[in-house]
């Protein structure tokens, strides 16, 4: 079974400090992990994904994430967080090794951003 | 554009009255998948397509059928709607049933059984 936890509801930040949501996973095998944004009234938008490779990964509007197998956690990082970041996150894993093809999300976090 | 379209986006029935949501997907995408968003619960998968005339259960199937019969359209059917089914609905697609691919939302279909 594969399951997402993220461990919390809400995260505030002021504008211009790191933005930090965390994500933990767990799978029997090895881990597709990505994260989507959903704006106000709108569907969940792609940010970023760890297939394999480098444990740094680079997505849209300045997000990054590392993917770390030992913790197995994938937190969502920016440097620099801006108003307009305010939205509701979510994480997503994919157990590689499975022989289904279900996608497991988690509860969602949302940010909001202070001017 | 590329965008995945669902009808209608709001609905309101009653209990055991039969409806269908539609999906629809103009990018050729092999994988379609169904959501519902409940608070607290985040996105739970209720069915998903890996090609057409393929599908198969996700977490949350029960009170829930699918088709796919072409490979643009993947409707979700409510046969005897119950209020527990009220819910945030969305459809998405990706461009292969390997899901290393991200997926594309729709708009969401707001659905309240009463």
């Known amino acids: 079974a594969q399951s997402v936890a993220q461990p919390e509801d809400q995260v505030n930040v002021a504008e211009g400090n790191p933005l930090t949501v965390k994500c933990t996973y767990s799978?029997?095998?090895?881990?597709?992990l990505f994260w989507y944004v959903q704006y106000p009234n709108r569907g969940l938008q792609f940010l970023l994904k760890y297939i394999t490779g480098d444990n740094l990964v680079k997505g849209s509007y300045g997000f990054e994430a590392e993917f770390n197998k030992s913790q197995t956690s994938f937190h969502l990082k920016k440097p620099s967080a801006l108003v307009s970041d305010s939205a509701l996150y979510f994480c997503a894993v994919r157990d590689v090794e499975s022989n289904d093809y279900k996608l497991s999300f988690g509860a969602g976090t949302t940010v909001t951003v202070r001017a | 554009e590329a965008q995945v379209t669902q009808n209608p986006r709001y609905l309101i029935t009653v209990t055991g009255k039969k409806l269908t949501v539609t999906c629809s997907q103009n990018?050729?995408?092999?994988?379609m998948s169904w959501y519902r968003q409940d608070p607290g619960l985040g996105l739970r998968q209720i069915y998903y397509?890996?090609?057409?005339?393929?599908?198969d259960k996700g977490d949350v199937p029960e009170g829930y059928k699918v088709s796919r019969k072409e490979k643009r359209n993947f409707p979700l059917i409510l046969e005897s709607p119950s209020p527990n089914q009220t819910s945030l609905y969305f459809c998405?697609?990706?461009?292969?049933?390997?899901?290393?691919?991200?997926?594309?939302f729709g708009p969401g279909t707001r659905l309240t059984v009463t």
């Open positions: 799978v029997s095998g090895n881990p597709y």
């Open positions: 990018m050729n995408h092999e994988y």
């Open positions: 397509s890996m090609n057409v005339e393929v599908t």
């Open positions: 998405a697609s990706s461009l292969s049933s390997g899901t290393a691919y991200e997926q594309y």
